[in-house]
C-alpha cells in the first residue's frame, strides 16, 4: 500500500480525471483538486500564495 496522497492519485485516474502538463511538469490530478478545495475554502489570495511559494519552491531546486 502507497501513500494517502498516491493512493487518491491513483483512485482519481481510475475515475476518470486525467494529468495535465505544465511545460515539462505533469501535475497529478490529486494536486489539482487540492488547489480547487483551497480556493474554494480560502479564496483566490490565498491559492495565490500558495502557487507562487511552490513556484519558488521548484524554482530553487533547480
Excluded: D, H
Excluded at 30 to 44: A, D, K, P
Amino acid at each position: 500500500m502507497g501513500t494517502l496522497f498516491g493512493e487518491l492519485n491513483k483512485s482519481l485516474i481510475r475515475i476518470g480525471f486525467t494529468r495535465m502538463y505544465f511545460g515539462e511538469r505533469i501535475v497529478e490530478p490529486v494536486i489539482v483538486i487540492f488547489f480547487w478545495v483551497m480556493l474554494w475554502f480560502l479564496g483566490l489570495q490565498a491559492l495565490g500564495l500558495v502557487a507562487v511559494l511552490c513556484l519558488v519552491i521548484i524554482y530553487v531546486q533547480q
